[in-house]
């Protein structure tokens, strides 16, 4: 509601009436359009400048009253009437009047001969008796202002009220950030469209000479004179301290800083990008806190006891996380450490009393950011469980005797079934007259698990049919009897597409799976990869002994995610991270599993990255420099299965740079929506969105070029759909991302060198969500999880996967570009 002029003399900046410069006496008056109610100010006014209430409905332009006397509020006013030459309407649709000369220099740039007033498109409507847009127009509700025809026929018609149009704002041209004058370059929809109504208004309340920026001066100004800009500004400060000058000065000036980065004014966008991106992690963390609540209040009654709480730390790893948030913490969690923090937390966030609702832990957790919360480790306690193993076809004296030494080795209490079993050799074999003995041990042994193999599936499945076990249920190879899952079980289902006994197809296993629980069944499968140029497979498929689930704990894992109470596929995602050192863990830790926590470091003006420079050099001394390296040297706990190189090359290897990525634009506009999107796939799901679960670390190479263009583009810095490796999508399509930097350098994959024979490698937060395994056939979109939601990505592994494949631009943020030789 302020229109502002100017001139080299200023205003009183306590004066609530106009901010800003004000004209010389001797310039031509200029009414200003004021609210209603603020008619005492008119006595506050210089000579030669008039005031019209909105209410009066009076001229907003006129010349000096005859006597040289200023009009007081609401006086009448005689409009001058203006000539086509005089009447412009500019690109973004609002009437352009020009009254007689006025000089209005701003921060030293004379602009003389023109004062303006912009009025919005609904203030024009045909003149009486004219059936087009020919002819006079007069603004609605100031009849004394005439438009000349030539105005009037570019200027939009709107039905917007005449209310409205009295509170809108004038449209100003635009400055940039040094305060040098620039012409209009965008409407005023298009600001809208961009920057969003309620942004807008806010950013025009704040902007008193607008002139399109906001300096730190009409900031503080703002916030003192006006409410809604205090209390949108200052969310987080108490409205009884908002009159506490000193310290709204200092929030203001360190809010200034990180928006503005030392510039003297800020563009809309800059303003606005920084409280969008504020909005979204606040959103985003309340949503993850009312989540964690649930998950504690599990009789659903609104309030939590200090038992439910401890049973919560101990069966969601997300309640452990919040548990441990302000506790160190290591990476097994013992039942005792468990209820000691579920103690602490309890007595902290109920204060006294018997239970705590979701406002406490609100309360507790006022500055609670989801992206502090990372992954801890609950450990499995094997020696508790009890695993009932039906002997025939599982390989304990032939075949494969590896798999019973694997799961007896990892510490399980094991119980063999095997007494009067005989190997189910024919196809209809008739087992029933042996599903007594079995149960008979079921009720003997109490297993947590039933696992069998091979021909003794069909065991298995009997039991299944005959309701004899509900229980989880490990099934080696999927036997012919078996094409429909029991419902309600949790069932992991292995198998190789190389089984040369019980040859299946994906495609018919994923079928079969269907019929099962959705979230409580799982297939653990392996196949052979795309070809590579010389003919060979990178990755071989399992054959019926199923190799690959002898090698990195595999076997143990897999029963671990039959018994899990969050679900087997989940389980066994989250026990990828047990493949990394735990100092690479510690060090990925530090530097976050979030875009929000990596954008926290940024050196460019305001964390925004909006600068022209898109890489910013770190000190080799630094605590970042010193993590990016860890990470980037850092060689999985058991041996990689590609090898390219021999054993001790990657050690010579040096890091002789790392530079910061900061792309602002494809940050808002790309990374930080998809990270979203895959947040909310989880949560739909009904899973937790986990940090370090569902993000993951991984590197990419590519040449000069390509590199150039990931860090620099602000739309989409991986391009999916151009992407392979080398020709050969091995894994489907999608850009390529390995676990470990030794593969990419190794592999050959970062271009030629430079001339000093240094390489560049990119360091990338991948939002990885639930992952399948890769198809070399795959185009397109990958299939579904759940309808209506797919899988996030896909990997070379289920076990222990080295390669990932992303199919959307905004799938990683390449977070750091590494030099080395």
């Known amino acids: 509601g302020v229109c502002t002029l100017s001139s080299p003399r200023s205003f009183p900046t306590r004066q609530p009436t106009v901010v800003g410069m004000m004209p010389k006496p001797q310039a031509p008056a200029v009414s200003l359009l004021m609210p209603p109610g603020w008619n005492s100010a008119a006595s506050a006014l210089p000579q030669g400048v008039q005031l019209a209430s909105p209410s009066s409905g009076r001229a907003l332009l006129a010349p000096p009253s005859p006597s040289g006397q200023q009009a007081g509020a609401g006086t009448p006013v005689q409009a001058q009437q203006l000539s086509p030459s005089q009447a412009r309407s500019p690109i973004h649709g609002h009437a352009q009047l020009v009254a007689s000369p006025a000089r209005s220099p701003m921060r030293g740039q004379a602009q003389i001969g023109q004062a303006k007033l912009l009025l919005p498109p609904a203030a024009v409507a045909p003149a009486p008796g004219s059936p087009s847009c020919a002819g006079n127009h007069s603004p609605v509700g100031f009849p004394n202002v005439v438009v000349s025809p030539t105005a009037a026929l570019s200027v939009p018609h709107s039905n917007v009220s005449p209310a409205a149009v009295a509170r809108r704002p004038p449209k100003s041209p635009q400055r940039s950030g040094s305060g040098d004058s620039m012409s209009t370059t965008a409407s005023a929809s298009d600001l809208e469209e961009t920057l969003g109504e309620e942004m807008l208004e806010i950013c025009r309340k704040i902007d008193a000479d607008g002139n399109g920026s906001i300096s730190q001066f009409e900031l503080i100004n703002a916030i003192k004179t006006n409410p809604e800009v205090a209390s949108f500004v200052l969310s987080g400060v108490d409205e009884a301290r908002l009159s506490e000058e000193e310290s709204n000065f200092d929030a203001i000036d360190e809010l200034f800083e990180a928006m503005g980065g030392g510039k003297q004014r800020l563009k809309y966008k800059d303003f606005v990008a920084h409280f969008k991106r504020k909005a979204a992690e606040a959103s985003s963390n309340m949503e993850e806190l009312k989540a964690i609540y649930s998950l504690m209040d599990s009789d659903d009654n609104g309030c939590v006891s200090k038992l439910e709480l401890y049973e919560a730390v101990k069966r969601h790893p997300k309640v452990a996380q919040l548990a ?73 004296s032939v075949n494969h005797p590896r798999q019973s030494e694997v799961v007896e080795e990892a510490g399980y209490q094991v119980h063999w079934c095997w007494e009067g079993l005989p190997i189910p050799e024919q196809p209809n074999f008739d087992v029933m007259p042996y599903l007594h003995r079995i149960r008979a041990d079921i009720d003997a042994f109490q297993p947590d698990v039933i696992a069998c193999g091979s021909k003794g599936g069909s065991y298995l499945v009997a039991l299944w049919a005959h309701g004899f076990w509900r229980g989880a249920s490990l099934l080696i190879n999927s036997h012919p009897q078996c094409v429909k899952l029991p419902e309600g079980t949790p069932v992991v289902l292995c198998q190789g597409s190389n089984d040369e006994t019980f040859p299946t197809t994906r495609a018919k296993l994923e079928e079969l799976l269907s019929t099962g629980c959705p979230s409580r069944c799982f297939l653990y499968y392996t196949a052979n990869s795309g070809q590579l140029p010389s003919g060979h497979f990178s990755r071989v498929g399992d054959r019926h002994n199923m190799e690959s689930i002898l090698q990195h704990d595999c076997l143990p894992r897999l029963l671990d995610a039959a018994m899990s109470s969050e679900g087997p596929e989940l389980h ?231 390669i990932y494949i992303m199919q959307h631009a905004g799938a990683a943020h390449a977070a750091y570009l590494i030099t080395f030789s």
């Open 572 to 802: 066994i995602v989250r026990t990828w991270r047990e493949r990394l050192t735990s100092a690479r863990l510690e060090a990925e830790q530090w530097l976050g599993y979030s875009p929000i926590a990596l954008s926290r470091r940024w050196a460019s003006r305001g964390r925004g990255g909006r600068d022209d420079r898109k890489l910013f050099d770190l000190p080799a001394g630094c605590e970042e420099f010193q993590k990016v390296v860890e990470v980037f040297k850092a060689q999985p706990r058991e041996g990689a299965a590609y090898t390219l190189s021999p054993p001790g090359t990657w050690e010579r290897v040096q890091v002789r740079k790392v530079e910061r990525i900061e792309n602002g634009a494809l940050f808002d506009n790309c990374t930080m929506p998809y990270y979203a999107s895959v947040q909310r796939s989880i949560q739909d799901q009904g899973m937790l969105f986990e940090p370090g679960v569902h993000t993951t670390w991984g590197f990419h190479g590519a040449d000069a070029a390509a590199i150039d263009s990931i860090v620099s583009n602000p739309v989409a810095g991986f391009q999916p759909l151009a992407s392979g490796t080398r020709g050969a999508a091995l894994w489907g399509s999608g850009t390529y991302f390995a676990r470990d930097a030794r593969y990419v350098a190794d592999g050959g994959f970062c271009g030629q060198p430079a001339a000093d024979g240094t390489r560049r490698m990119l360091m990338c937060l991948m939002m990885s969500g639930m992952p399948c395994l890769g198809d070399p056939k795959q185009r397109g979109v990958l299939p579904f999880r759940q309808q209506p939601h797919r899988y996030h990505c896909a990997v070379d592994c289920l076990s222990s996967p080295e």
């Open 324 to 396: 441990f948030l302000r506790r160190s913490s290591s990476h097994g969690l013992d039942e005792e450490e468990m209820f000691d923090a579920a103690k602490h937390l309890f007595e902290a966030v109920a204060r006294g009393k018997k239970r705590f609702d979701f406002m406490d832990l609100k309360a507790y957790f006022a500055d609670f950011d989801a992206a502090d919360l990372v992954p801890v480790r609950t450990e499995v306690d094997r020696a508790s469980k009890r695993v009932l193993i039906i002997s025939p076809g599982f390989g304990r």
